[in-house]
């Protein structure tokens, strides 16, 4: 006999792409904390630690129950020293001096307040506060400075954008994006992805596919919307992109965060009357309006699957997709192809199903995906 078996000993993967995760997080206490020494970790450009916290939380996030004891993460992957050692000070006194401690630091706080200006990335914050700014009018006040224009923009917009989507706001900008495809051409296909489609709650955007099955016509695609919607008097700004997008190259031998598609980084004015309950903010000054960040991508439809995948996320849930086929299977897969490396071919795909079973893994739904 093999004796009793010790309770809850399923074994958790190292790869989220084999774990299901939904947006219930029974363990936020640690995950937040680790997201906090992760966030830091990247304002110094320490990458290989600011990793090993978001893989931690991301393990944490698929579990079934919250973690009580340390020895509940005994055999779980990616549980280093240093994650552990927070992990037992949140134990043991209910939060991590660490985090604390970072919480309260001026470089931490500013960099954190200059990156979530839409347009602001973490090398542009550390500029800044390496010039000595602390705050926004430090920034606005500083004769040296030059802000680009998606920057204005989100200065200008900054409290209604650093607000939050609600799941009534993306589904009425949806019914706007589809009434503007469905005025260009009949048969567009549209599709949300991001976020919302991982049936988050919250969103700090609203992400959409939109193809058509003709190939070649996804090229004015984005142009006509982008049109339609200055017509309509909504779009306060746009960064278009066209596709830079080469079959012939592909796949992509390293890791690229931007893919080829054309793509389109948006700013909407969304009307109050639109949305269903109302706008999920207060009504300040009077203004029935919010602005609200949308992406679009259009690739081609032959490639709609692969960037269905990659668009809908979770970033974590990218990165170990592609991490999983490159060292398991030697594959290398990316937002436009799969390819066999032992084979030496393409492996086409219509769905996302397609794609999950060449990889040999169990099809994981777009709401497990919240690694
Ligand atoms: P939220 O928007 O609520 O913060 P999200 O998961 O929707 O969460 P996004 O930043 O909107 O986050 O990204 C959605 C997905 O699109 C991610 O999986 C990301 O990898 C992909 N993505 C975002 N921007 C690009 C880009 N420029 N090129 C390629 N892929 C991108
Ligand atoms: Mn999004
Ligand atoms: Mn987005």
Redesign the pocket.
Known sequence: SEGPTPTSVAIVSQYACQRRTTIENNNSIFTDAFEVLAESYEFSELEGQCLAFRRAASVLKSLPCEVRRQEDIRDLPWMGEHTKAVMEDILQYGHSFEVERMLSDKKYQTLKLFTSVFGVGPKTADKWYRKGLRSFSDVLTEPSIHLNRMQQMGFLYYEDISR??SKAEARALGSIIDEAVRAITPDGILAL??????E?E??????FIVTTPEPGRENSLLPDIIERLKQEGILLYCDY?ASTLDISKLPCPRF????H?A?C?LILQLEGSKVEGGLSRSKEGGRGWKAV?V?L?SPPVDRYAFALL??????Q??RDLRRFARLERQMVLD?HTLYDKTKKEFLAAQTEKDIFAHLGLEYIEPWQRNA
């Open positions: 939050a989507v992805t991001g976020g919302f489609r991982r988050k919250f969103g700090h955007d609203v992400d992109q690229e965060a931007m893919d598609f793509k980084f960040r992406d991508v990659g668009w809908t996320g979770s970033r849930f990218e937002n």
